[in-house]
């Protein structure tokens, strides 16, 4: 038995040895450098893409290819939220892996001397859709090609160049889809579009952990995937992005140029002109495959926040690719029949036209690259006594500031703190909040593309957003054109030092217009703390004079049942000192102004217990961007509840439902009877944009609500050309304008918010009539709305001065109904607090 089982493991070990793995996989390719470099066919035991690639696949083919071949090494830039290995093939010379250091210091020079030295960095990226499968498995089969290829060419592009391969950049995206289309895959291949491997349940695979679409989260930086991405694009700084898509399946193939009239005119000329010679050589590689293609048309070059304009911006040329897809193993087209296999192999043939193209353009890239650089750098500009720039602060509040810094230095852009408080422009910039961002500097097109401003454009069509600044995404007070001596300023961030109280105090207050705030606050509910805000101002006696708190104002009285002072104390100023938040003690309850400490005007705080509407018809990204809201920053246990599931549940067991965007039709009238029974019990009702069409029509909402219908009839197309009519489709298109929001400042909704005005994202043709007496109106559009980008003067003039956000009361409960998205992509910071409101003020208080 003894001399059987010692058998046993013996055969494993020599099974688990190298040489037993090579007989294994019957490896057959000829040896380069004496070894043979195991191709995807035989690592995965079938032909590669006869089942769609799962991401611990990609990450241990490039691991094992690493290992055995002395021209692979592998970069490592983080974990998805699901803790996926994110990993990068490094594919050059044996000579140049051995001087790798080197070369990455000569890059990280790149922004400060004229003349370039060392190779060219191309990077190849694929797959940051998830279900845009093809690119993944392309980059495997180039990975092996270039580590064992002999060709003379290939040779001499990795003695010349680094090349960097990122198959998967949504390891979670990736693996959501390869599960389902794997899982319903048959033994024949079903090319019908309505077979259930073509049509993926809700969310899809497209998106990450959080339903964000990481292809638009470049600028922005919200995900741990696109911090790690960003973080190596700025490590190589790379020539060439090659950015691999798909598309529906009923178009062709496509690769930039875009359309010219829709390039950002940040975007230098030159950078187009590189792009257009490098197609021509995508031209021969996709005509000598017979394969149709299109080019200058669909696509453009003008939100920055994408993996193909994010390089343009920064020195780079990027090249958007985008193949008609499969979904899948293959589905019909009116092209015929589109292939997984026939995708794999255009994605591979624009990958070689691309390293050939690009080293064929190496000297033109280098100097591109230098001329973008060219004196923008402040090492030029160190001997002057005073800088200019943009002076920034975020009143009353550090944490917005926090994460404006931290995005700044994931995107290498250099900012100073103050070491003494100014006044400019009649605005107080104060040195806990304030910081100095100078003009002149390496990334100094980045930082104007991060603050652009536009608002006219030659042509109004747009693939994304057409405004993005951040001034008003975080609320930012700012003042351009700023000349400060660089003694005053200090690149070391202001300690945060806590406030100390003594045991005579009767309460500790917190000021709501800190981020911070309700952080904080979710961490003393969830302790059991009793938490009371403040429905009206007030202003309390202090040895420095009188300390004026708003409304808003959080209170943690020092007397409960629970806890003894001591212990209320010392979880609060552990709180204080995790989240940075200041905390300042009352030492009595009697007010010198307005409201005493224990009035009745003081709410409770009840926990929350919210539930999001999840499923087909809702729209995943803005699910997302909630539940990361509550989940990732709040840290609030969340439950996301499919809608065909709703029928079935307690309402009575959540505090607030939650309606993101989406087409709730196949909710009934049962459902809404059950909605009006949980918010006249007490509960809160939040919905936003196209959910509100569902509620008005299921008689739930008593606001008149204006839809795409409505403001249809504000355009008039009569007599149009044909080749007119896309122009006017254009003009009736929010693609995403920056509006600005007039505030009632004394509307809980709006508690702990700076200023009387507010910057929202609008994205959709919707709105409210402006009468109404059954509903209170928080806010409503300004006078003239926009503040920067894209929205036609039919709906500037038709939103001025209606309402955007209604509060409805129901008996106890209450409806909190959103005209647009609070929380766009995570990034929009400035108005999360109204969010906040909506979840822990509202049911105290409507």
């Known amino acids: 038995m003894l001399k059987t089982a010692l058998t046993f493991v013996c055969a494993l070990v020599l099974l688990a040895s190298p040489l037993a793995q090579a007989k294994k996989t019957r490896l057959t390719d000829d040896p380069l450098y004496g070894i043979t470099t195991t191709s995807p066919e035989a690592f995965l035991g079938y032909p590669l893409g006869r089942y769609l690639l799962r991401h611990d696949q990609v990450n241990y083919y490039l691991k094992q290819i690493a290992q055995q071949n002395p021209r692979v090494s592998i970069e490592q830039t983080g974990h998805s939220h699901e803790g996926r290995q994110q990993l990068t093939a490094v594919i050059t010379s044996k000579n140049n892996q051995q001087q790798l250091a080197s070369i990455l210091q000569q890059r990280q020079q790149v922004k400060y001397q004229a003349k370039q030295t060392g190779p060219l960095v191309i990077w190849l990226a694929y797959s940051i859709h998830g279900d845009e499968a093809s690119g993944a498995h392309a980059a495997l089969k180039l990975s092996h090609m270039l580590a064992s290829s002999k060709e003379k060419w290939v040779t001499n592009l990795l003695e010349n160049a680094v090349v960097l391969i990122t198959p998967s950049q949504n390891p979670d995206g990736m693996d959501r889809f390869s599960t389902w289309a794997n899982g319903y895959a048959g033994k024949v291949a079903v090319s019908d579009s309505n077979h259930k491997e073509h049509k993926q349940g809700w969310p899809s695979g497209r998106t990450n952990h959080y339903l964000a679409d990481l292809n638009r989260d470049w600028l922005f930086l919200r995900h741990p995937e696109s911090q790690g991405r960003v973080a190596l694009f700025h490590r190589w700084q790379p020539h060439y992005v090659g950015d691999f898509h798909e598309m529906g399946h009923e178009k062709s193939y496509f690769f930039q140029p875009g359309v010219p009239e829709r390039t950002h005119p940040l975007t230098p000329l030159a950078n187009q002109q590189l792009t257009a010679k490098l197609a021509s050589y995508h031209q021969a590689a996709l005509d000598s495959k017979k394969q149709q293609y299109f080019s200058r048309q669909l696509f453009d070059d003008y939100f920055y926040g994408k993996g193909s304009t994010y390089p343009d911006i920064n020195g780079a040329i990027g090249v958007l690719f985008e193949q008609a897809s499969a979904r899948g193993q293959q589905q019909n087209s009116i092209n015929g029949v589109v292939s997984l296999q026939e995708a794999i192999a255009n994605q591979y043939a624009t990958s070689v036209s691309s390293l050939k193209g690009a080293l064929a353009l190496k000297t033109e890239l280098q100097d591109y690259q230098s001329e973008f650089f060219k004196n923008k750098h402040q090492k030029a500009n160190k001997k002057a006594p005073r800088q200019a720039g943009r002076l920034i602060s975020t009143p009353n509040d550090n944490l917005r500031l926090k994460q404006l810094t931290v995005l700044l230095s994931q995107h290498k852009i250099e900012y100073y703190y103050l070491t003494n408080p100014l006044t400019q422009g009649g605005k107080e910039f104060a040195v806990a909040n304030s910081i100095f961002i100078p003009d002149t500097q390496a990334q100094s097109a980045l930082l104007d593309a991060l603050f652009d401003d536009v608002t006219e454009f030659a042509d109004p069509t747009f693939y994304d957003v057409s405004a993005w600044n951040l001034q008003y995404a975080f609320d930012l007070t700012v003042r351009k054109n700023v000349k400060l001596e660089l003694s005053v300023l200090s690149q070391a961030a202001p300690k945060f030092n806590p406030v100390e109280w003594s045991d005579k105090a009767v309460a500790l207050l917190i000021d709501w217009r800190q981020s911070q705030a309700t952080p904080a606050l979710q961490q003393l509910l969830s302790q059991g703390v009793q938490v009371k805000f403040a429905a009206k101002p007030f202003s309390l006696a202090a040895k420095t004079g ?57 709410k409770i705080v009840r926990p929350i217990r919210p539930l999001i509407i999840s499923g087909q018809g809702v729209s995943a990204s803005e699910a997302g961007q909630i539940w990361y809201y509550l989940d990732s920053q709040l840290k609030v246990a969340t439950s996301l509840v499919d809608a065909s599931n709703l029928g079935s549940i307690k309402l009575s067991n959540y505090t607030h439902i939650i309606f993101a965007d989406g087409k709730y039709t196949h909710l009934d009238e049962s459902f809404s009877r059950q909605l009006g029974s949980f918010t006249s019990h007490g509960g809160v009702v939040i919905a936003q944009k196209g959910a509100l069409n569902w509620l008005s029509k299921a008689n739930f909402l008593k606001a008149n609500l204006r839809d795409a219908r409505f403001y249809q009839q504000l355009f008039n197309g009569n007599g149009l050309a044909f080749d007119q009519k896309e122009a006017f489709k254009a003009k009736q298109s929010i693609g995403g304008a920056i509006v600005e929001l007039k505030l009632d400042p004394s509307h809980p909704i709006n508690f702990g918010l700076n200023h009387m005005r507010l910057a929202v994202m609008k994205n959709m043709p919707l709105g409210f009539a402006q009468t109404g007496n059954d509903f209170s109106v928080a806010a409503t559009y300004a006078s003239q709305p926009l503040l920067s980008g894209y929205l036609a003067q039919e709906y500037q003039s038709s939103f001025a001065n209606s309402p955007a956000i209604i509060v409805e009361t129901r008996t106890k409960g209450a409806v909190v109904a959103l005209a647009d998205n609070l929380l766009f992509r995570n990034i929009w910071l400035g108005s999360e607090k109204v969010y906040a409101n909506a979840l822990y003020f509202i049911p105290a208080l409507h």
């Open 546 to 602: 009188a300390l004026d708190f708003p409304a808003g104002t959080l209170q943690i009285p020092l007397k409960q049942q629970a806890f003894s002072a001591s212990e209320l104390s010392q979880i609060v100023k552990k709180v204080s000192q995790d989240l940075s938040i200041a905390v300042t003690p009352a030492y009595s309850s009697g007010a010198i102004s307005g409201i005493d400490l224990g009035s009745p005007d003081f």
